[in-house]
Structure formats: C-alpha cells, structure tokens
C-alpha cells in the first residue's frame, strides 16, 4: 500500500545506532527499581506507596542532558517514543482483564459512561484557584482537562503554541509528568481510605486518559483493597480506553467552552481579588496600550 | 515506524516485562513466556490496525479493543488468554515505561523548576478534580442503577 509516512530513522539499524544506550539503561533501571521493590508509607488512613516505575521515572529523569547529561536531547525525544511503544503490552493486559470480568464491565455500562463527564471537575476546581493565584488565559489550558499529550496539542492547535493557554497547559503537562504518577496513587488510596467510595467507584475514576497515571492509581488501589484488584483493574481499564477515545471531543465540545465561560464569569471578581491577580491584569492592560499605541 | 521496528522494539518490552517479573515477583521466564507473547501479538496486532483502518483514534484503544476480544467469553482462546496472561504481575510491564517516560521528560526539569509553586499547586488541583469528579459520578450512578 502506498501511505507515505515520514520515517524517524533510515532503516532499523540506524535506529539502533541511535537508541541502544536507551535499551540498556531502561534495562539496568528495570533491575534496580524491581530488586527494590514496593515501598509502602503508612500516611494517616491511607498508604503512600512507592511502586517500581517511580524509580524508573526518577533515574529516567536523572539522565538527561539537565543533570548526568548521558542522553542528549535527540535520545531524549526517542525515548518518548519508546514510551508509546512500551505501554501497548499493558494496556493490551488490561483489555484482558476487563473481558475476564466483563460481566461487571456491562453492569457498571451506564456509569461507566457518565463519569467520564466527572472529568470535567478539574475545571470547577482548579479553575477558581488558578485565577485566585493570578494567572490568567492560561488558568484555561491548565484547567480544562488532565493536560495529556492529546490535550497538550489540542491546546496548540486552537489557540498557537505561543499562547498564553497552551502555555498554561505545558505547564500542568510538565508538572504532572514529574509528580503525577505519585501523586495520584496516592490520591487514589487516600479516597478509598476515606470508606465513602465504592470500589467499584474507584476503578473507574482511575482511568482518565493518562495511561501512566491510571497505572499508579490501580497498582495503589489493589494494594490497599486487594479483595477488589481484579475488578477495579477492569473498570480501570474500561474507563481508560473510553476516556482515551471520548476525552479529546469533552475538551473541544465541552472542556474549553466551560473554561472560557468561566472565565468571563469569574475572571473580574475573583481574578482580582489577590495581589497577585491585580498584578497580572494591570500588566495585561498594559501590553495592551502598547499594542494599541503602536 | 516500519514493522521491523515495530517488531524489535515491541519485542524490547516483552523482554524488559520478562525481567522485571522476575526480579521483582520470582516468575522465571519460561513461566512469562506464553503470556508475554500473546500481549506482544495483541499490540503488533493494535499498531496494524491503527495504520489500516483510517480513522484518527489511538493504538491503545485497539490494543485494549484487541485484548477485550481475545479475553472475551465467546472468543475459543480466552481461557489461554486469561490464564498465560495472569501469569503477567500488574506492575511488571510498567518499570520500562516508566524509564522510558523518566528519559522523555529529562530535558523538562528546568522547566519544572522554573513553573514554581503555584503551578504544582494547579497540577495538583487538576488530578485530584479530574479523579473526584469521576468518582462522585461514578459512586452515584453505580448506586441509582443498583449496580452496588
């Protein structure tokens, strides 16, 4: 079939010419953070656990051309692609899981389907504060979705790279790329010790489009409800595949608009109540004159 | 990619999967073995498919489309399936992922530190929100539809 694809590299060995240190670090990575294992805090009702991927993340980030500087930045952007690559195998596993328990699958069907709009509540959350901290369009690409790779470039393409809102969402990609997968397990584990949630619930609320951050909320869910593992890596994993296909249209069609209506509501009040919003909309009125004078 | 490469860096994974269920979970490799091949078949099986069929949705969606279907209870390999792939510990595909996503992001860390705090504080406003919104959802339609 002829599809023209623009290849990353000449042929497979050129890609192994170029990638090989990559293999061989993820694999020494794979050898330390397994022989160390879980690691498991107890924090008040919950448990803070530390799973092997958090030190693979962490002596990850410790080779880049920031700190030990093994791999450049062309190694860099492989790797990335290699992430793509490496995660098939998991979520392949979890689509088996989901079939092996597909009969809870169908009878959570409806909420299955509902909650993905709960996805959506980072805007009423987020939204507020961002502004009470003195950002302001960008507190739009920060707040209207998890601000994953789909909705990093979703952001680009509408409003321009440059832009104050995709600013805002590179910044929440970058950060949550680096706390993220800790953060949410954790997370995930502090709201099931809270004993109001089913753990059903909890399963699909896991799954919000981020492959990674799903995988450490199950892995901490299974570890603090164990009778319930192989359900909620089902519903998990059922919600996943739904917000994976579903997210992009909720950001366009629902996500942004929100934001923005938000925004006019609440950007003249509550975006000028700190210091630091006055600030920042005294400096854009300022940019502004200047445009106009120029 | 081409299929050569898919086929070696997939092939790549199963092994980094082989090892990390055997360091850290004492699964030899012949025991991984059956069940890591037929996670590697499923998502050689996703990539073609997602380069066939020309509509814009991700390969992990066919993956897990894939997966479901060969899981599911008509399908005459599921029980193989589900048995060589349980054999398959949760986190153990997940360490090179995570290595490989701890090299992507390496060249952010300036830019990390430069976001401050106010952006850690959004970022983590943005998942706790993302996940309780679901979660509230979730909890009460599980409990109006008498799933629970």
């Known amino acids: 079939m002829g599809k023209k694809i623009n290849y990353a590299y000449a042929s497979l060995r050129e890609r192994l010419r170029c990638e090989w240190l990559i293999y061989l670090l993820a694999f020494v ?8 294992g879980q690691i498991k805090i107890p924090v008040w ?3 803070f656990i530390i799973f092997p991927i958090f030190y693979a993340l962490f002596l990850g980030l410790l080779t880049g051309p920031s700190i030990l500087k093994i791999l450049d930045d062309k190694k860099v952007k492989a790797a990335s692609g290699l992430v793509g690559v490496a995660i098939l195998p998991f979520i392949a596993k979890l689509g088996i899981n989901a079939s092996a328990n597909i009969k809870i699958v169908v009878s959570a069907g409806p909420a299955l389907l509902l909650q993905e709009f709960g996805n959506l509540g980072t805007i009423f959350l987020a939204m507020p504060i961002a502004l009470l901290l003195g950002l302001k369009r960008e ?10 790779e789909t909705n990093l470039a979703l952001m680009q393409d509408m409003f321009g790279a440059s832009s104050p809102e995709a600013q805002g969402s590179l910044s929440v990609y970058i950060v949550g790329g680096m706390i993220g997968t800790i953060y949410f397990g954790f997370m995930a584990s502090m709201a099931a010790a809270m004993n109001v949630f089913h753990p059903y619930a909890l399963g699909m609320a896991s799954g919000v489009g981020a492959g990674i951050l799903m995988s450490s909320a199950v892995a901490s869910l299974s570890e603090v409800l164990p009778a319930y593992a192989e359900e909620i890596a089902a519903l998990a994993s059922a919600s996943e595949t739904i917000s994976g296909i579903d997210g992009i249209y909720i950001a366009i069609f629902i996500g942004i608009p929100l934001c923005n209506w938000l925004y006019r509501k609440l950007e003249p009040t509550l975006g000028r109540v700190t210091k630091a919003g006055r600030r920042a909309a005294e400096e854009l009125e300022r940019q502004a004159a200047q445009e106009r004078s120029r | 990619m081409r299929k050569q490469e898919w086929i070696f860096t997939l092939a790549l994974a199963g092994l980094g999967m082989m090892v990390a269920n055997f360091i850290g979970f004492d699964v030899a490799f012949s025991q991984s073995l059956p069940g890591v ?6 998502s050689a099986a996703a990539a073609f498919l997602s380069w066939l069929i020309p509509l814009k949705l991700p390969t992990v969606a066919y993956c897990s489309i894939l997966g479901l279907l060969c899981a599911c209870p008509i399908s005459p390999i599921s029980e193989f399936v589900i048995q060589s792939v349980g054999q ?16 992507s992001i390496s060249n952010q860390i300036k830019q990390f530190v430069k976001q401050g705090w106010k952006m850690i504080v959004i970022s983590v406003l943005v998942m706790t929100g993302t996940f309780f919104g679901s979660l509230v959802i979730a909890q009460v339609m599980l409990q109006l539809t008498g799933t629970i």
């Not at chain 2, 398959?88 to 090299?103: D, E, Q, R, S, W």
């Open chain 1, 139 to 148: 507190s739009i690409g920060a707040a209207h979705s998890i601000n994953r």
């Open chain 1, 29 to 36: 990575f794979i050898l330390i953070a397994d022989a160390i």
């Open chain 1, 45 to 47: 009702k919950g448990t």
């Open chain 2, 88 to 103: 398959i510990n949760f986190t153990a595909p997940l360490t090179m992922v995570g290595a490989f996503a701890g090299m």
């Open chain 2, 37 to 42: 091949l037929v996670l590697l078949v499923i």
